[in-house]
């Protein structure tokens, strides 16, 4: 099962000028560098209109079936920190629950985690 970037596009910023400066929302600013950096491997990206993480955008979920979810926010709408996503997500593709040994982590998504989540049950 793939692992998946679910991205909130409307995640806003308090530096953010908003519409009438003409700046793209920072949530989707996110979402597009978070595309492009997953280009060429496995991971899966989609976009949704809330991830109910206002407190901390630009928020991003990482999850996949059967493993552990993380949410992630506080980012920056960098280059580097959808590189920094990504290489995590493909740790979390690569590991059999989706726990991450911390010294792997890379340094963009260090002080980002907000949650985990336990992985659904198997139906009985």
């Known amino acids: 099962m793939p692992t998946w970037i679910t991205i909130c596009e ?4 308090e530096d ?15 979402a597009a560098l978070v ?9 899966r990206t989609r976009r ?18 059967g493993k552990l979810s993380y949410t992630l926010g506080r980012f920056e709408p960098t280059p580097e920190a959808a590189e920094a996503i990504v290489a995590w997500a493909a740790l979390h593709d690569g590991s059999g629950s ?26 009985a």
């Not at 009438?20 to 600013?29: F, W």
């Not at 040994?101 to 989540?117: A, D, E, M, S």
């Open 10 to 13: 409307t995640c806003k910023r």
């Open 16 to 30: 953010w000028p908003g519409p009438e400066q003409g700046a793209e929302v920072p949530g989707a600013r996110l």
């Open 35 to 43: 595309e492009a950096a997953v280009e060429g491997t496995d991971l």
């Open 48 to 65: 949704v209109a809330c991830l109910m993480g206002c407190d901390h955008g630009c928020n991003v979920a990482v999850q996949a079936q």
């Open 98 to 123: 989706g726990q991450v040994p911390y010294k792997l982590w890379p340094q963009g998504v260090k002080g980002h985690f907000v949650t985990r989540h336990p992985p659904l049950p198997e139906e």
